[in-house]
């Protein structure tokens, strides 16, 4: 006798990486179980009918910012978390620029507590800077996925990491497998090109353009993938906005350096005339 499921989706399409079938999908506990014909499926508990929709699996987004601890006039992991379940997410990893960062495991205690109320699954990225390297591995152990090195930067003021702790880092972290997200730009450009448009009384959208020009990105790519090539560490560039530094990607991709990169939909379908 066929075993009862808990779940079957019937009348789905369904998207697999290939292709989108008709089919329906059956699931018992948190596995799918089985894709096929409706006539196919096991009897269930439940039933849903999802005619003329689309079934995806749950997504994984490797970058949010949930803000909390810290900050949770901006985001909260419960209000986080419930806006990616909604929107098909059932997977985050999360960055360390939080108030306290994650760079200690004292830290990661404080967010690991505040990531109970979690609806999904995650993950959390520690932070690479000059004084964490001494607590990489203890952060793995302590439950860390990954780390986030801020290059370029950000929310919080979190100071950017020399290039001897960036290539510590990746020396500690390449034997282990570890992979590093990067914001990659070069913070002494824009800090630079930042006072000067504030000291002239700017302080609208397009100085903050203004104050990143592509070669802040294009340089920092170059330097982190140099390191990653020399160390054999993994890396993810983060926001990748600038087409110009594509080819930096290609060319150390082609060396065989463990590349990825993530971009945005303002960078694919934004311009200054928009």
């Known amino acids: 006798m066929t075993k009862e499921v808990d779940l079957v989706i019937r009348g789905a399409r369904v998207v697999s990486p290939d292709q989108i079938i008709e089919a329906s999908v059956a699931i018992a506990g948190e596995h799918i179980v089985a894709v096929g014909h409706d006539d196919t499926m096991p009897p269930a508990r439940a039933e849903m009918r999802a005619d003329g929709l689309h079934l995806l699996p749950g ?29 098909g997410v059932t997977t985050v990893f999360e960055m360390p ?16 507590k505040a990531a109970e109320s979690s609806y999904c699954d995650f993950g959390i990225h520690g932070l690479l800077g000059d004084e964490s390297i001494d607590q990489l591995e203890a ?33 500690i972290l390449a034997p282990l497998g570890i992979r590093t997200v990067v914001h990659a730009e070069n913070s002494s450009i824009l800090l630079r090109r930042q006072k000067h448009l504030q000291d002239a009384g700017r302080h609208d959208a397009m100085a903050h353009l203004a ?6 990105e294009i340089e920092a790519i170059n330097r982190v993938l140099t390191l990653a090539e020399w160390t054999g560490a993994r890396v993810h560039i983060a926001h990748h ?34």
């Not at 994984?60 to 419930?82: C, L, M, Q």
């Not at 620029?97 to 690991?112: F, H, M, S, W």
């Not at 104050?211 to 802040?216: D, M, N």
């Not at 990607?249 to 971009?263: H, I, N, P, Q, S």
């Open 211 to 216: 104050a990143r020009p592509a070669v802040a």
């Open 59 to 87: 997504a994984i987004d490797s970058h949010v910012h949930f803000r909390d601890p810290g900050y949770p006039n901006k985001e909260t992991w419960k209000t986080g978390s419930a806006a990616a379940a909604l929107g």
């Open 139 to 171: 952060l793995l152990e302590a439950g860390v996925t990954s780390f986030k090195a801020f290059v370029g930067n950000t929310f919080g003021n979190l100071p950017a990491p020399t290039d001897g702790a960036l290539l510590e880092g990746f020396e």
């Open 241 to 274: 906005s600038a087409a110009d530094s594509l080819f930096l990607l290609r060319e150390f991709k082609r060396r065989g350096v463990d590349v990825t990169a993530e971009t945005c939909p303002q960078y694919l379908l934004l311009n200054t005339d928009h």
């Open 97 to 112: 620029n939080t108030n306290p960062p994650t760079g200690t495991v004292e830290a990661l205690r404080i967010k690991q």
